[in-house]
Structure formats: structure tokens, C-alpha cells
């Protein structure tokens, strides 16, 4: 079924951390993680399959960086199209054809405003990422842990005339005077008309703060535009260092606690970000799915 018509019944699970669960499995600070794709692919096999064990809908894939402009860092960028075709078929065989994949983009890490990149060298970036990961087995889209809303709309634009996937977009925010700002100053609001007008089918937020910081952002999302599909995907609390390990104190039933008022802001997809674990999605999914 489409993810679309799917959530006019029912809230989905979305899967936790990627990035933080590799490196508990050995990434080392400065390893390319989307290369494990090709060299660890039973690993990332081992992860996605976590995820749908502990009660995920929807499975994303380990791409987050594979687009060519990060992917050049590591003299990666002719492996493009390989790494997120792989990423994507991994995640696929994982999720069978019950569960839906979607392909993670972030963002380039190029500055539009200051001359970086231009808007057409950016399209033509995600356009190659997501048809791949398209290729590979995702049916969404993923475009997260935005901050620029010019990077984000032409990334959901290019997904959206690149492929035929239902494509989300959600952006990282911070509380600040009087509401919740990305880096760029982009409101709740400023993002919601933002995305719709560059078509994106699913909006929210995702990164940077725990639970209670992105459950008032929901609330600011949704006092924007009451309807339109919502995805809500927090970190478990803000990362601090113990014995020169990082921590991140957020347990799952801390994580649980904020979702009843998730439920009640028709809040219509909840998922993690860093730090969450397949415990952390298995306990909500267990009020999700009572």
C-alpha cells in the first residue's frame, strides 16, 4: 500500500539511529559509513533486520552522506550510484515487501548562500542520489536533518521529478525566543510552506534536541497546517561525554512518555535519531501499536 494512503488509518513506526549504531560496531572517526555498504554489508544487513524485529513500518538505509559532494571527501564520489543503489537493496531485503524503505538523504554540506554550490549542481546531486536509492528498492524518500529550506526544496524537488517515490522532507530545529529556528532562522511555519510548495508529501523534524523539544516543534507544525502527514524523529536527549564516551541519556521510557501527546497532535509517523536503539523503537512501538 502506499505510505500515503497507509497513514490515513494508522500511525507507522519509523526505525532508529544508523550513525551511532555503526560506530558501537566499530565505524572509526573519519570512515566513510556508506562505504560499509559495499565492504560490511552483512552489518548493515544485521541493523536494518534490528529495526523490523523490533516493530519498524518503515526501514531506512544507510546513505545518509552518499551523495557525490560528500562522497568526494573519501575519493568515493565515481561510487555513487553503487553505494545507494546497495544501500537501498539492503534495506529492502530486510523490510521484504510488507515494510516500506526509505532512502536517507542529508544534506551536502555546501553553503548555497555563500557560493559554494549553486542551486543547479545541487539538483543534479540529489537527483543522482534518489534515483539510485529508487532503483535500489525505496519507495520514500527521506530528505532529513536539513537546515538551509533552499537546499532541502531542491532536493524534494529533484526527488520528486527524478523519481516515482513518495518523498519526505524534515528539518533540524532548535527552541529559541519565542519558538523553534533552524540555524537559518527557518520557523516550523517557514518550513511547512516551504516543502509544500516544493512538493514534498510528508513534513517534520528530526535531530539535534531529545523528545520534549521536538514534540513543541510538532506542535508549532501542525498549528501551521493541521493536516498536513507529520514525522517526528528525536534524538535520545542531548549527547554528553562520560569517560570519554558519548552518552546519550534519553532511556526508553523517557522516549515513551512523550508519545501519548505525539498521538494527540495526529503526530502520523515516530521514529529516532541518534542515540535511539531498536529498544527505543520496540517501546514505541508498543503504545503505538495498542
Known sequence: MNILDELK???LICDGAWGTTMQSMGLQPGECPELWNLTRRDDVLAIARSYVM???DIIETNSFGANRIKLAQYGLAEKCTEINETAA???REAAGTALHVAGSVGPTGKILMMGDVTPEELYDVFA????????????I????TMSDPQEASIAVRAAKENTNCVVACTMTFDRGPGGFYTIMGTTPADMVKILKDAGADIVGSNCGNGTEVLTGVA???READPNIPLLIQPNAGIPHLVDGKTIFPESPETMVSY?????DLRVNIIGGCCGTTPQHIKAIASIIKK
Not at 524518500?141 to 532529513?144: F, G, P, R, S
Request: charged share 25%; net charge negative.
Open 219 to 221: 506542535r508549532s507544525i
Open 128 to 139: 543522482e542520489q534518489t534515483s539510485a536509492l529508487e532503483k535500489g528498492g525505496a519507495d
Open 9 to 11: 488509518e494508522r500511525i
Open 54 to 56: 523490533a516493530g519498524s
Open 259 to 263: 508519545v501519548p501527546e505525539l498521538i
Open 89 to 91: 537493496a539492503i534495506s
Open 141 to 144: 524518500i527521506l530528505i532529513e
